[in-house]
Every structure is written in C-alpha cells, then in structure tokens.
C-alpha cells in the first residue's frame, strides 16, 4: 500500500479527477494549499502599492491506494496533469505502514478498496466509448 500526494494546478483538477476515476481510484483527499517551487514571484499592484506574491495557490490531492493501483494512479496523474510549464507540480509516493476503515474495522488493502470501485471503473469505461 501506498500513500500517493500530489501537488497539482487549481485549474488542472477536473482533468485530474476524471483520470484518477478512469484509473479507478475513487478515495481522494483534495486540500486547496499554497506553495512555492520554481515558478517565479509575481508582482500585483495593490492601492498604489507593489505586492509580491511568494506563493502560489495549488490542489493537493492524497490517496491510499493499494500496489497494483501505484502505477495506474501515478500515469493518471501526469496524463491529466501536465501542461509543460514551470508549475505544474509533484508526485510524492509514500510507503503506508496500516490503514483501518474507522466504519467496519477493515484493515489495510480491505480498507483502501472502494465500495463503489467497480461501479466508478464501469461508469468510465462506458463514458469513454461515448
């Protein structure tokens, strides 16, 4: 199992999402952060003043997912989103020691298996043949 964390465009998150449920990963986390990396600082001019802006506004999407799920959740990401510029982002995979589903007590691969997963993967399967 692993945790999978990324860092991505505000923009770039309905593309990202999309491809994570094609992938079948349905259990995501998404947080709005800021962030700097090599994107260059911008300057605003705010009632006469000069602002610097440091950082810049970002998703971050987090999802346990179990080993054969690593690599398709990993492609997913970087098809849906990269746009080739400064920015774009990061994929961050983590080892994950234990997960339990607070619901039903299920541990690990059990607790990191979706309800609804085949349910998601026949939905995009179908949508993409449209």
Do not use: C, N, W
């Amino acid at each position: 199992m692993k945790l999978i964390s990324t860092v991505v465009r505000p923009d770039r998150l309905p593309q990202v999402k999309a491809a994570l449920f094609r992938a079948g990963v349905t259990g995501i986390t998404i947080s709005r952060v800021s962030g700097h990396g090599g994107e260059r600082e911008l300057q605003e001019h705010y009632r006469g003043g000069t602002v610097v802006l440091e950082f810049r506004e970002k998703v971050r999407l987090e999802m346990a997912v179990s080993e054969p799920f690593v690599e398709p959740t990993i492609k997913a990401i970087l098809s849906s989103a990269r746009t080739g510029q400064v920015g774009d982002g990061k994929i961050f995979v983590q080892p994950l020691e234990r997960v339990i589903r607070i619901r039903t007590g299920e541990v690990d691969t059990a607790a990191v298996t979706a309800v609804t997963a085949d349910e998601v993967q026949r939905r995009a399967l179908k949508e993409a043949t449209v």
